[in-house]
Each structure stands twice: as C-alpha cells, then as structure tokens.
C-alpha cells in the first residue's frame, strides 16, 4: 500500500470547515493522505489519535483522513465534498482526538445529515 500527501483534499477539508463554520474542528491539526492498493472499499476514512499517544509524544489532537484514490478520486467534486463531511463528522466536538461512531446519543452520521450539511455548504457558494 502507498500513502501520498493529499493536499488537494487538504485544501477542501479548510474550505468545508470555514463555509460550514465548524469552529471546534483545527483543519492544520488534519493531515490528509491519499492511499493507493487499499483492500478497503471504503471511500474514504478518519484516523484518530488516542489520549495515550498524546501524553507519550507530548502532541495535542490531531486526526489524519485518508482517501482511497481507487474508490475516492473518480467522483464528482459534489459526492467527493460528501465524502469529506461524512469524515469531519465523526470529529467530536471537543477535537479531542476521539472519533464519534455512525450512531450515538442523539446523533446519527447518515446520508441525511450529511445531505443537510452539503445542502448549506452548497447554499454559501
């Protein structure tokens, strides 16, 4: 497996967090790699940094988002933006390095939310 920087994706994960105002997320402390030979058939996935390595390297939270060009990079920009805010929204609120699953309390991560993010986020344009 291969691992690029994606700084293309980078640069739309700061301009998701500032359009949909999602102050509690740091987009410098999300790194974004683009992977190649993946078995995954995911799109795409969020990587969490855990409290204990934080304490051991001495490193505040930060999340990595990988993207699987096979599966990630032949989409139109309109599902590739999806894609990113399905990922930023298992970022918990307290950036804590922490990922939030597809279903808590009170909270889903779905199609629908997402579909209202990217609806706004569309609206800004």
């Not at 105002?21 to 993946?38: A, E, M, N, P």
């Not at 970022?91 to 808590?104: A, D, T």
């Amino acid at each position: 497996m291969e691992w690029l920087e994606a700084t293309d994706v980078a640069r739309s994960i700061r301009l998701i967090v500032t359009r949909l105002d999602l102050h509690y997320i740091d987009h410098k402390r999300i790194v974004c790699f683009r992977s190649h030979g993946s078995s995954s058939r995911a799109r795409a996935r969020i990587w969490s940094f855990p409290k204990v390595w934080q304490l051991a390297l001495k490193i505040p939270p930060h999340y990595v988002i990988e993207v699987l060009s096979q599966y990630f990079d032949h989409l139109s920009n309109d599902d590739k933006t999806r894609v990113l805010i399905h990922e930023l929204l298992h970022i918990p609120k307290n950036f804590s390095g922490s990922l939030l699953p597809h279903r808590g309390r009170g909270q889903h991560i779905d199609r629908r939310n997402v579909e209202k993010l990217f609806q706004l986020y569309k609206n800004f344009l």
